[in-house]
């Protein structure tokens, strides 16, 4: 739940898709080229890895459909995720995004490496951290919808005793807020679980080809949600690719390893 | 009033520390049972379903649970369609109610309408056709269906198969969830229409839903009804009065356990180790978050849940309670016939019940057990039961023709969000 002190500059602005049928939230900060971010499946929250993003790139965030406040029926807009990945494509020319930088987290590195594999040409580089998408059978992915809220903090964070995931994981002391944090959560997972569920598997495998973009892929070692095997896979897959792996990183490398991932992730894209 | 002994398949034969071990869903390993103790497990079920048509309830009970060790029946309709042909050949006037097919699992709509066509001819005609949403870890776990389809699923499923049963001619579908060139099923019900029941756990929506199109309402109080019951029965006789519709306790129907024997002490005795069985290994060692997975609920319903979880009753200290807790919540009525037979029949008429579901076989009771239990609230505690509403002389909608009901067609519906398909509007 870690939010930034900065994100008073955070804008929001909402964009219509899909013939006016889908309305899109979409936070955006900063100043400099275009950076598109997309969230995980827990939903977006304004972090500090997105604020030293929006210190040298405009960062559009936008809100997967369902996991903006008040609007929680959009989810049942778009059926498939194929018409999603139009969906996003739509919301980049509106935006008037010119070859963004693309990055995507967990649930959102998946549709980052979607739009990326539909649409060759649009990203200018794309980082995925710890993305879904794959199915190993020696690795089967850990569903966080099907997880216990008990067993959620050991699955996401590889010390989730530590300073850094206690803070990440604390909920507002407001206990109305602290309600609403809950309930969006809940279904923000089960919003996008709605494109895979029961197995994060699409058939991206086989459209991994058509990436062009040079591509970043940052894993936790400890990753326990998405096995760091999954890295290979990904670099295997994407033609010009590099890895970068996190030691004492769970799923959340942005958070976990808050140094180690922008260090990484600013020598991939300088 | 009408009532029906109801009865799940348990696995009998668990050990006394399962719940410590164990979930009695999905994970649960198949090697803690062995052939004999499933073949009984299975045998006895249906057994005691036909001791019951034998001792003059109306209709038998039963519902669909997959990869559970509390209840053996993936299939409902495969119970239904054995005790369906045994009634018939013996000539025993009862209904056949599966609880039913869930439909929010099902990707299979128009055989589970083939399946209930086939029990109501195989019936004479005395199906009652019970449609739950389904539980979580059943739909989305144990059949893959993405938690938040699984409403949208059982909506037009339930639209197809009431289709399937009412169009004469073979019609093309068209929808979200599932695409048929042609669909136009042999057999039909013999009934014009089966009775449409829904099973809801409290969700204003299933009970606005089930009033609307003037289907029945199943509530199982499993989760303890001296603790859920008022809330659940007031919140539905409330948008029941919203509606402008008469207050029939035949459209309402509750089931509940219940253990009979000569005295209070002795029904203790009997019955309380079954009890523990029941609702430990049971409900009790299903975790909630295979029951309510994120999406299943719609977010209004997360809310409300989290803000006031008294709908689940006392199923969070399920897992080590003890007969006395389990007692004092409700989730079983125990006692001698005079002490049951009070307690139900304030119940029934507290909270307008109509119809009645008597679980009466449980957790790890041996045979001989369920049968006193059966025969005991049969000759003692049904009669007192059965009189009551007649002075209402009211219609029951809800109960097939053949056995004195007056079903009528459904009404039409709205289609929900969940539904509509994703089409240029």
Request: contains cysteine; aromatic residues 10%.
């Amino acid at each position: 739940m870690t939010t930034d002190s900065t994100q008073s500059s955070v804008r929001e602005e909402t964009i219509e898709t899909w013939g006016g049928r889908l309305k899109l939230r979409v936070k955006i900060a900063g100043q400099g080229d275009p950076l598109l971010y997309l969230h995980s499946a827990t939903g977006l929250v304004w972090d500090p890895f997105l604020s030293r993003l929006a210190e040298q790139y405009t960062v559009y965030a936008p809100e997967f459909p369902g996991t903006t406040p008040g609007d929680p029926d959009a989810v049942h807009v778009i059926d498939h995720l194929s018409d999603m990945v139009l969906v996003y494509e739509e919301m980049t020319r509106r935006l008037s995004l010119d070859r963004p930088v693309v990055v995507g987290h967990d649930f959102g590195g998946m549709i980052a490496a979607e739009l990326a594999a539909h649409f060759p040409e649009l990203p200018s580089a794309l980082v995925l951290l710890a993305p879904l998408g794959l199915w190993r059978e020696d690795a089967p992915v850990v569903s966080l919808a099907a997880a216990s809220a008990t067993e959620l903090p050991g699955l996401l964070f590889h010390d989730h005793t530590g300073e850094v995931a206690q803070a990440a994981l604390a909920f507002p002391e407001d206990p109305e807020a602290a309600l609403e944090a809950a309930v969006g959560m809940v279904w923000s997972l089960g919003s996008t679980a709605k494109y895979i569920w029961p197995i994060p598997d699409r058939g991206l495998r086989s459209r991994l080809h058509r990436v062009a973009a040079p591509t970043l892929v940052v894993w936790g070692r400890e990753d326990r949600v998405a096995a760091v095997s999954y890295a290979d896979d990904f670099a295997r897959l994407v033609k010009d690719s590099a890895i970068a792996l996190l030691d004492d990183c769970g799923h959340l490398p942005q958070i976990e390893q808050f140094k180690q991932t922008t260090e990484k992730v600013e020598d991939f894209l300088r | 009033m009408k009532v029906t002994l109801f009865e799940q398949a348990p696995y009998r034969f668990l050990s006394p520390d399962f719940q410590e071990h164990h979930q009695s869903v999905c994970s649960t390993p198949y090697s803690l049972t062995n052939p004999s103790g499933v073949y009984s497990s299975l045998r006895d079920h249906i057994d005691e379903l036909m001791m019951g048509a034998r001792a003059g309830f109306d209709g038998v009970a039963f519902n669909e649970h997959a990869q559970s060790a509390y209840d053996l029946t993936p299939n409902p309709n495969i119970i239904a369609s054995a005790v369906a042909y045994a009634t018939e050949t013996e000539g025993l006037d009862v209904a056949i109610f599966p609880m039913g097919r869930s439909l929010g699992k099902s990707r299979e709509p128009v055989r589970v309408a083939e399946e209930y066509a086939m029990v109501d001819v195989i019936s004479g005609g005395r199906l009652v056709a019970g449609f739950p949403v389904g539980l979580g870890y059943d739909a989305s776990i144990n059949n893959g269906v993405p938690p938040i389809e699984v409403r949208g699923r059982f909506e037009e499923n339930l639209e197809l198969i009431l289709r399937t049963w009412h169009d004469r001619e073979p019609f093309a579908w068209n929808g979200r969830y599932n695409q048929f060139p042609q669909v136009n099923i042999w057999p039909r019900p013999l009934q014009d229409q089966p009775p449409v029941w829904i099973t809801g756990i409290g969700n204003p929506a299933t009970m606005r839903t089930t009033l609307e199109r003037g289907f029945g309402f199943n509530y199982f109080g499993f989760a303890g009804a001296k603790l859920t019951g008022k809330r659940i029965f007031d919140r539905f006789w409330g948008l029941s009065d919203e509606l402008g519709l008469p207050r029939n306790p035949y459209r309402l129907g509750f089931l509940q356990t219940i253990a009979v024997s000569e005295t209070d002490e002795r029904a203790e005795k009997e019955y309380g180790t079954h009890v523990e069985y029941m609702y430990r290994k049971g409900l009790g060692s299903i975790p909630m978050e295979k029951l309510a997975l994120p999406g299943g609920i719609n977010i209004h319903g997360v809310r409300a849940l989290m803000q006031d979880p008294a709908d689940f009753g006392m199923y969070s200290q399920m897992r080590t309670a003890t007969f006395g807790q389990l007692a004092e919540a409700g989730t079983v009525i125990a006692g001698s016939p005079d002490t049951v037979s009070e307690q139900l029949l304030e119940y029934c008429r507290t909270y307008g019940i109509g119809n009645l579901h008597a679980m009466l076989g449980f957790g790890s009771m041996p045979k001989e057990l369920a049968e006193k239990n059966i025969n005991l609230f049969a000759t003692e505690v049904l009669p007192r039961l059965r009189t009551m509403w007649q002075d209402k002389q009211l219609d029951h909608h809800w109960w097939p023709k053949k056995l004195g009901g007056t079903p009528l067609p459904v009404a039409e519906g709205r289609t929900p969000a969940t539904t509509r398909k994703a089409v240029a509007s």
